[in-house]
């Protein structure tokens, strides 16, 4: 069974830091670009970061630039998002997606999807 399982979110203060995991279960992610996004009720699901296979190169939108960083793992099939600076404007359900290869901006390019993990910045 094809499965992507996000963990690691939780309730950090602002400028706290947390580490998402995406681990991937019936496939490799090794052939795969993942992707992070992100939604808040009542706003579009917006693109966060992705790394792409092979080379593994990373992109990041700017509201994240500096702050956040991804990185996989191969052996272990998972891929991270490491938040780093946290800020109340973070808040949102942060989901994983997988498409073969190469990152793509549109949420509708992408094959599988996480559940879902739950990231609150609040003091």
């Known amino acids: 069974q094809v499965q992507l399982v996000e963990s690691g979110g939780g309730l950090v203060q602002p400028g706290g830091s947390l580490r998402l995991s995406c681990a991937a279960s019936?496939?490799?992610?090794?052939?795969?670009?993942v992707a992070w996004f992100r939604q808040v009720p009542g706003r579009e699901r917006e693109g966060v970061s992705c790394?792409?296979?092979?080379?593994?190169?990373?992109y990041y939108d700017d509201s994240v630039k500096g702050r956040f960083t991804m990185s996989r793992n191969n052996a272990e099939n998972t891929v991270y998002l490491r938040m780093d600076s946290l800020n109340p404007e973070d808040t949102a359900i942060y989901f994983c997606?997988?498409?073969?290869?190469?990152?793509?901006?549109?949420?509708?390019?992408?094959?599988?999807w996480g559940q879902g993990t739950q990231v609150t910045v609040s003091s």
């Open positions: 997606a997988a498409r073969v290869l190469l990152c793509n901006h549109g949420a509708f390019s992408y094959d599988y």
């Open positions: 019936g496939f490799t992610l090794d052939s795969y670009a």
């Open positions: 790394i792409s296979a092979g080379d593994g190169g990373t």
